[in-house]
């Protein structure tokens, strides 16, 4: 089955987010596999944001990243990659659709609250980035009967 990383970045987990994001993803339907707050290092940092080593942003993002705690995460389930990017949101806050995590939560594109893996592999890469295999959970919960045809 398809996995993505998430990660509620420092601002998310300093606003108290943590419960609410969690939530949306479980009730939605997908399958939590990985977990863990964590300390960024700069390095793992600028491994995660390499795509983004030229723009403009990219010194305050590490910093930003590397600031305080964040919670990684890995979800598993059917098209979870593509869906997991609807339910956060474009990625200015200002113009994401309420309904979101960024549309209902943020204001600042440089405080958007959440990553989230854009496509299957890029969420391989960054899977493997954040975890180690024996961090992950091979589980199916009792409910998948009621959720897949
Ligand atoms: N970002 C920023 N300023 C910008 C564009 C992006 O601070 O003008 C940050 C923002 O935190 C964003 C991250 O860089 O989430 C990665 O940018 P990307 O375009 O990959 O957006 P995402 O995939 O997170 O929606
Ligand atoms: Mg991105």
Known sequence: MERTFLAIKPDG???????????????????LVGLKLMSVSKELAESHYDVHRERPFFDSLVKFITSAP?????????????????IIGATNPLTSDPGTIRGDFGVSIGRNIIH?????????????LWFKDEELVNWQPQMTTWLYE
């Open 13 to 31: 987990v300093q606003r108290g987010l943590v419960g609410e994001i969690i939530r949306r993803l479980e009730t939605k339907g997908f399958t």
């Open 70 to 86: 964040i919670v990684a995460m890995v979800w598993e389930g059917d098209g979870v990659v593509a869906s997991a990017r609807k």
């Open 116 to 128: 989230g893996s854009d496509a299957v592999e890029t969420a391989k890469r960054e899977v493997a």
